[in-house]
């Protein structure tokens, strides 16, 4: 078993989300909608959003089955 190292939180944009998940942006925020995905926040202002690290992860790990 792989040990679980904890990276640090960081501000995820669409592009990098879209790369870590293999979804597409139509699925991301489907997925959103219906409270399966983690939720994008606003930030540096009212036209950018991103993803908080952490949850992303933590929703890939699910995904996989995988133990945290």
Avoid: C, D
Avoid at 14 to 19: G, L, S
Avoid at 31 to 40: A, H, N
Avoid at 50 to 58: D, F, H, I, Y
């Amino acid at each position: 078993m792989a040990a679980i190292v904890q990276q640090p939180r960081r501000i995820l944009r669409f592009p990098a989300v879209k790369a870590a998940t293999g979804l597409g942006r139509t699925t991301i925020y489907e997925l959103m909608k219906e409270g399966r995905f983690p939720k994008s926040r606003r930030i540096a202002g009212a036209h950018a959003v991103g993803w908080n690290s952490l949850e992303v992860e933590a929703w890939i790990t699910e995904q996989l089955g995988e133990v945290i």
